[in-house]
């Protein structure tokens, strides 16, 4: 059975920082594409960012430069690391791979 937790979601002030991580049991992160998407109130989830298994990262315009995603094979997690956070990146934060979700972060911006 597939398992993704997510954590490391909070409150925090436009500028600041924030990372995320997807501990993921159930599958090997290296080799799967794991992704994080996030959901903002009356919004669409949208896809933030995706790593894959060969290294390979993709991220959404709205957020290159300021997000890196990443994982540590060992611990098998996926990483977000959000810098410069912006109001607008307020969200629900989840990790996800192939069909399956995880519970989801809450990320909130204050300006």
């Known amino acids: 059975q597939v398992q993704l937790v997510e954590s490391g979601g909070g409150l925090v002030q436009a500028g600041g920082s924030l990372r995320l991580s997807c501990a993921a049991s159930?599958?090997?992160?290296?080799?799967?594409?794991m992704a994080w998407h996030r959901q903002a109130p009356g919004k669409e989830r949208e896809l933030v960012a995706m790593?894959?298994?060969?290294?390979?990262?993709n991220y959404a315009d709205a957020v290159k430069v300021r997000f890196t995603i990443s994982r540590d094979n060992a611990e098998n997690t996926v990483y977000l690391r959000m810098d410069s956070l912006e109001p607008e990146d307020t969200a629900v934060y989840s990790c996800?791979?192939?069909?399956?979700w995880g519970q989801g972060t809450q990320v909130t911006v204050s300006s």
């Open positions: 996800r791979s192939i069909g399956n």
């Open positions: 790593i894959t298994p060969s290294g390979g990262t």
């Open positions: 159930g599958i090997l992160v290296r080799f799967n594409v």
